[in-house]
Nanobody, 123 residues
Framework: QVQLVESGGGSVQAGGSLRLSCVVS????????LAWFRQAPGKEREGVAA????????WYADSVRGRFTISQDLAKNTVFLQMNSLKPEDSATYYC????????????????WGQGTQVTVSS
């Protein structure tokens, strides 16, 4: 089991940018997936972006494609989410997650989670 710790959340005006980081403690295997999810008050948690550790293939929710970029630095056991052109509807708690031997865009398959970091976008 791995532990994940997110950082980088905060408050920003619409159109601004934030970069989230997630440090993963424990061994990352070549068949792992790392992902970012978000949950706004009163809404279900949704998968935002995912990346495969083996080939760095990435997947995105339609709502963020073209604005968000997921990346990884496996030497530092860290996954990032660069968020540009932020909108008020991007406001949520963002969670980092990992999964092993799953399809990375199978959002229901992730089983290790961080505590979350809050992102607030004002209009």
């Amino acid at each position: 089991q791995v532990q994940l710790v997110e950082s980088g959340g905060g408050s920003v005006q619409a159109g601004g940018s934030l970069r989230l980081s997630c440090v993963v403690s424990g061994y990352i295997y070549s068949n792992d997936c790392l992902a970012w999810f978000r949950q706004a008050p009163g809404k279900e948690r949704e998968g935002v972006a995912a990346i495969s550790t083996a080939y760095a293939n990435s997947w995105y929710a339609d709502s963020v494609r073209g604005r968000f970029t997921i990346s990884q630095d496996l030497a530092k056991n860290t996954v990032f989410l660069q968020m540009n052109s932020l909108k008020p509807e991007d406001s949520a708690t963002y969670y980092c997650a990992s999964g092993r031997r799953i399809r990375c865009n199978n959002w229901q398959a992730y089983n290790d989670w961080g505590q979350g970091t809050q992102v607030t976008v004002s209009s």
